[in-house]
């Protein structure tokens, strides 16, 4: 049996219980933070990057902070609390029983990460997380997503995001994705900001949330620079031809991003990536076809434009870029795990 996930609304433990009593082999697949992260981001306090480990008091520490509880409040808590008392619902024995809630919590990872036959991890950072959880290696499969490319694909009219093509045009970005402070589009709005010189156009797709404050705020210091500009969400099948009317891919994301698809998708475009360090995309990104800047780190943003804008540099990176892992790719990687587990070969 494979499973995307271990939820109380879907599929979960007992349907594993059941799935092994009957001979059946399991397998799981990790591909997010929040299979272990209590705050789903691998950020301790939704700022500085955390290993994964799940330590009851520094997660609890984690959650009742980011909860908005100050954080001397939140130490103290993190040692000491109440017991768990099923039906609490006051937000006050909530808080006390914080860290009573986290020790559930990590039980319930160690449960669920002990019954699969084989874990399948979308990325090296997930790997190393369940190892420091306590994952033997020999469960763990690195396979890693791929994007479903069409052998011919319909023509499809997509959106025009630029100004028309002349002598010395500006340079093409398109960040395409969900509109989230996770994606990190704020530090590529910081990075143009401090290089108001440089010929950029940067194009935005993705679904704008209504009265969304993050949304609202990209959307008004887009408006004011003036390079960027949102385009609201685009079709699947309207990807690769919008991509390859770009010049670079931009991925900012300041988590931990398992693949992502936006990496295959740009080098299935032919496009070189800017991308941040971290999690898959720092994985990815590492040949000439690629530049790494630091996350949220505007500055080490800008000091990319400034080399990407120089005579040539853009033209390398292209002839570079790398062939984009696919659904092919996948599926050959999932049958031989498959295949290893009916025989018996994979403990």
């Known amino acids: ?88 619902s006051h937000r006050l024995e909530s808080l006390l029983a914080a860290r009573a809630l986290t020790a559930r919590h990590a039980e319930a990872v160690t449960r669920a990460l002990g019954e699969p036959d084989a874990i399948q991890v979308g990325a090296l950072w ?43 045009r500006p340079l093409r970005l398109i960040f395409w994705g969900r509109v989230h402070r996770s994606k990190g589009i704020h530090t590529v709005l910081e990075a143009l900001a401090l290089r108001p010189k440089l010929r950029i156009e940067f194009a935005i797709f993705g679904d704008i949330t209504p009265n969304n404050a993050y949304c609202d705020d990209m959307q008004d210091r887009a408006a004011a620079d003036g390079r960027a500009r949102f385009h609201g969400r685009i079709d699947p099948d309207q990807v690769q031809p919008l991509l390859r009317t770009a010049d670079v891919a931009i991925i900012p994301s300041r988590w931990h991003e398992t693949g992502p698809l936006t990496v295959f998708e740009a080098q299935a475009a032919g496009l070189p990536i800017i991308g941040a360090n971290r999690g898959g995309v720092g994985e990815l990104c590492t040949g000439p076809g690629a530049r790494l800047f630091t996350p949220e780190d505007a500055q080490s943003l800008a000091q990319v434009f400034d080399e990407i804008s120089r005579p040539g540099v853009l033209e390398g990176m292209r002839r570079h870029v790398e062939r984009a892992r696919t659904m092919t790719d996948v599926r050959d990687d999932v049958a031989r795990l498959y295949a290893q587990l009916v025989n018996g070969k994979v403990n």
């Open 1 to 88: 049996m494979q499973i995307l996930g271990i939820t109380a609304s879907s599929i979960n433990r007992r349907h594993v219980e059941i799935a092994k009593a009957h001979g059946s082999k399991v397998v799981l697949w990790h591909n997010v933070p929040g299979l272990t992260c209590l705050q789903t981001g691998l950020l301790f306090e939704g700022r500085v990057p955390c290993d994964g480990e799940v330590r009851v008091e520094r997660c609890t520490q984690c959650r009742l902070h980011i909860a908005g509880v100050p954080r001397v409040a939140a130490s103290v808590l993190s040692r000491v609390g109440l017991p768990v008392v099923d039906g609490r």
């Open 126 to 168: 997930a790997r190393e997380v369940l190892r420091r959880n306590g994952v033997p290696e020999s469960k763990l499969h690195l396979i890693r997503p791929g994007v479903n490319l069409q052998d011919d694909p319909a023509p499809v009219s997509i959106p025009d995001p630029w100004t028309p093509a002349g002598e010395g």
